[in-house]
């Protein structure tokens, strides 16, 4: 059950085949939801269980989908399982599931959800492909939390809305970063990340 | 005796000597200081003695007028604030020489320092392209700017701006705005609004009541207020010789002009691309003049040449030849275009009193796409002709 190779399947997206970093998928919302670290989080959260269990559904249903209306077919089980995710959060983090707006809907178009399902789930079994769902969102998560820490500490000097760093800083003219805060300084983020990346892992460049 | 001195220590930089590992920073050093005396050994090449060190340091001459004005203009522009009106020139150039000074050794000592670094980790020689980058760095800041931000800015500036596309010759955009529009979007208030332009202001050393605002904020401010008429407190003569707030180098238009001279005069910078860019402001704002909604569109077109950074930008800025277009006809739309929307930006988006910045940045995002078409154009021409003459 958790043979090597399984294994492989839930640790490869953390590194030599990250979604976001070596894939470039899901860049969109990766730079829309990061200004702070917990709506980053719930996001990363949500992608995770959308993968895994539209991986692990449509790999069961492997056999009988004919392959002319397969997308359609996924289409439905994403849809259904966003609309899951989405009530769940409205009921229990309400003020995130505010924040997050329209981009909790938008899993749905997030790549890495149906890359997965085309090039993993519909060609193996249940479990590989639930694992395989899993390491992608944790993956794609791993690269949000990273991303909301640093902008929520440097933009607006808070980790997960607690003040870090400290008043004293402010008075001796310390300020925060502003560009943090905004989109663009997201995308130069993850540029820096892959860049990290790839020089510890050479045969990842061109 | 110098020169004695580099040929003593040169030894222990070169394959096996101590300091081998050092070798490009003392490679860079000597070339700096000397020209180099290696000679093509294999074939025959054309060469200038003129290279990119001398290049560069002519352009650093051509700055020392703004900025030698610049310091003046601080210290004036002090003490006016403070009500001394009474101090001698020398007193204010040198309150503005203290005030100037730690902010270019900060540009120079992170930049070069970064430069320096990822060149001894590629292995490759040091460029000197932030030669000219760290002596506009602190031009375009307000003399008020923080130290630290200067130092993130600029390092920003050379890894983001430069180092990630390959190093000197290799950058999309011009590190020194750059590191001013890093500034402007991470530190807003820092480098905008009417109280950082004067030193010591936001501080609270000046007179109650003494407005600090630069001529293009006032009259955003008019706008703004919905005025019948723009409430500029200089006249135009002070514009041309540069006794108003605003960044350290950019207020004076005489100085910028003889930098201007200098430039042309040895032909480093393009005389196309300044043309037009001071031809592209002028005639958006002759466009502004016919449709004239508001005050600041009825504004005489030739104001915008003279206010804010526009003259700056358009001698050191626009002209940068490793941003900017290559093909003779490409100058000329660059320059054109960076001029129009300059003053579209200032006179449309009330958000940004000055458009210089933006609106280099963004032709240099251009400037590849400009050129592309140019020879394609060009293509098709002689492609023409080319039928036309066989057939």
């Known amino acids: 059950m958790f043979s090597a190779k399984n294994m492989k399947l839930l640790t ?4 030599a085949s990250n979604p976001i970093t070596v894939q470039i ?138 003040r870090v760093i400290p008043e004293s800083f402010y008075a001796h003219g310390y300020s ?9 300084m997201a995308l130069i983020c993850v540029g820096i990340i892959i860049w990290i990346h790839r020089s510890h892992n050479r045969n990842l460049c061109e | 005796m110098l020169r004695k001195y580099i040929d003593k220590i040169k030894p222990q930089f070169e394959e096996g000597g101590r300091f081998s590992k050092l ?28 290279e990119l060190k001398r290049t560069m340091s002519v352009v650093v001459i051509a700055l020392l007028p703004a900025l030698l004005f610049g310091m003046y203009n601080v210290g004036l522009q002090h003490f006016r604030a403070m009500g001394m009106a009474d101090m001698s020139v ?28 990822f060149a001894q980790m590629r292995g490759h020689e040091v460029n000197e392209g932030f030669l000219v980058s760290g002596m506009l760095i602190p031009m375009i800041m307000p003399v008020d700017a923080p130290l630290w931000m200067v130092a993130v ?24 705005l750059l590191a001013r529009a890093f500034m402007f979007f991470a530190y807003t208030p820092y480098i ?49 010789v540069g006794t108003i707030p605003g960044c350290i180098g950019e207020t004076s238009f005489i100085a910028i002009m003889i930098g201007a001279a200098i430039l042309l005069f040895t032909g480093i910078a393009s005389w196309r691309i300044m043309l037009s860019v001071f031809a592209g402001g002028y005639l958006m704002g002759l466009l502004f003049n016919a449709i004239g909604l508001n005050a600041y569109m009825d504004m005489p077109a030739y104001y915008h040449l003279l206010l804010g950074g526009f003259a700056f930008g358009a001698v050191f800025m626009a002209t940068d030849p490793v941003t900017g277009s290559q093909t003779g006809t490409g100058k000329f739309i660059y320059g054109f275009l960076i001029g129009a929307f300059a003053v579209l930006i200032r006179v449309v988006n009330p958000g940004y009193p000055e458009g210089m910045m933006l609106s280099i940045l963004f032709f240099n995002a251009m400037a590849p796409i ?21 057939k």
């Open chain 2, 370 to 390: 400009i050129d592309h078409y140019v020879v394609e154009a060009n293509i098709r021409r002689r492609n023409r002709r080319l039928k036309k003459a066989t």
């Open chain 2, 153 to 176: 800015s600029t390092a920003f500036a050379v890894i983001i701006g430069k180092e990630v596309f390959g190093g000197t010759g290799m950058n999309v955009f011009n590190p020194a």
């Open chain 1, 12 to 15: 490869n997206p953390l590194g």
């Open chain 2, 23 to 50: 070798h490009s920073t003392f490679d860079a050093f000597e070339t700096f200081l000397y020209v180099p005396n290696t000679v093509t050994k294999s074939g025959s090449h054309i060469r200038d003695v003129i």
């Open chain 2, 192 to 240: 905008s609004g009417e109280k950082i332009w004067i030193a010591g202001m936001n501080a609270g050393q000046t007179v109650d009541g003494y407005s600090g605002a630069t001529p293009l904020t006032e009259i955003a401010n008019s706008i703004a207020e919905k005025a019948p008429s723009l409430n500029i407190s200089s006249s135009v003569c002070d514009w041309i």
């Open chain 1, 176 to 184: 925060n970063n502003g560009l943090m805060l905004l989109p663009p």
């Open chain 2, 90 to 117: 020398m007193e204010c150039f040198g309150f503005g020489f203290w005030k100037v000074l730690p902010i270019i050794v900060v540009s120079y000592v992170v930049g070069l320092g970064i430069e320096f670094a």
């Open chain 1, 25 to 162: 998928l899901g860049i969109c919302s990766a730079l829309a939801v990061t200004a702070k670290l917990q709506p980053a989080f719930v996001m990363a959260l949500s992608v995770t269980v959308v993968t895994a269990f539209a991986n692990l559904i449509l790999s069961l249903l492997r056999k009988g989908i004919p392959s002319r209306i397969r997308i359609i077919v996924q289409l439905v089980v994403v849809a259904a399982l966003v609309i899951l995710v989405d009530q769940v959060l409205k009921a229990f983090v309400y003020d995130v599931s505010k924040q997050l707006s329209v981009f909790v809907g938008l899993i749905i178009t997030n790549c890495i959800v149906m890359g997965r399902i085309e090039a993993f789930a519909l060609g193996n079994k249940p479990w590989p492909a639930f694992l395989d769902g899993i390491g992608n969102g944790l993956g794609y998560g791993m690269i949000l939390v990273i991303l909301g820490f640093v902008r929520e500490l440097l933009g607006a000097g808070t980790v997960w809305g607690y």
